[in-house]
């Protein structure tokens, strides 16, 4: 069975402070992992995604995150936080190939201050 | 270009009364889900359909039905509403591929109350 942990229900940073956002997971196979962003009152958009390949992936609005095997964590940063950036972020993983049946996180409460 | 439309967006309910969610997606996606959003819970899976006249049961399919009798639907159905099932849901659709996992597109959600 796969699983994902993320570390901090709430997180604040200031304004162009550096973000980090922690995920963890859990999983007996290679996994599919996820990063989604809800803005209040939205359903959730895909941030970035590691199926193979390169370890660090890059997504939209400067967020990347990099899939570490060995510390099984798929951790989200952005250098430079934005006053945009508040939202609630889910980490989520998918073990399945085809289809695509995610495991979510708790999910990270980002409030930036200015 | 819609994407993924769910109706009602909000509803209040009784205790014991039915209800049905529409979720409404025009991408031609196989691969349609039903998820529950609930206060420090994530998203957990109810139920989802991997094609038309097919369903299957998520994490948390208790006191739910679907039915996918077109491709471009998925419906949810409550038959008879408890409290606990006061929850925002959100529908899901994506297209499978052979050698990646492709993205799942979210609706804006359906928020019910149940009293």
């Known amino acids: 069975a796969q699983s994902v942990t993320q570390l901090g229900s709430h997180v604040s940073v200031s304004e162009g402070a550096l973000v980090l956002l922690r995920c963890n997971y859990s999983s007996s196979v290679p996994p599919y992992l996820f990063w989604y962003v809800q803005y209040p009152n939205q359903g959730l958009q895909l941030l970035l995604k590691y199926t193979t390949g390169a370890t660090l992936v890059k997504g939209i609005n400067g967020f990347e995150a990099e899939f570490k095997k060995s510390e099984t964590s798929f951790h989200l940063t952005k250098p430079s936080a934005h006053m945009s950036d508040a939202a609630e972020y889910f980490c989520?993983?998918?073990?399945?190939?085809?289809?695509?049946?995610?495991?979510f996180g708790t999910g990270t409460q980002l409030k930036v201050e200015l | 270009n819609a994407g993924v439309t769910q109706t009602p967006k909000f509803r209040v309910l009784k205790t014991g009364q039915s209800m049905t969610l529409l979720c409404a997606q025009d991408?031609?996606?196989?691969?349609m889900y039903w998820y529950r959003q609930d206060p420090g819970m994530g998203l957990r899976l109810i139920h989802y359909s991997v094609g038309e006249g097919t369903t299957a049961k998520g994490e948390v399919p208790d006191g739910y039905n679907v039915s996918r009798l077109k491709k471009q639907n998925f419906l949810l159905g409550l038959e008879s509403a408890a409290p606990s099932q006061t929850s925002v849901y959100f529908c899901a659709s994506n297209r499978p591929q052979k050698t990646v996992n492709t993205e799942a597109f979210f609706g804006q959600g359906t928020r019910l109350t149940v009293v």
């Open positions: 989520a993983v998918s073990l399945t190939l085809i289809g695509n049946k995610l495991t």
């Open positions: 991408m031609n996606h196989e691969y």
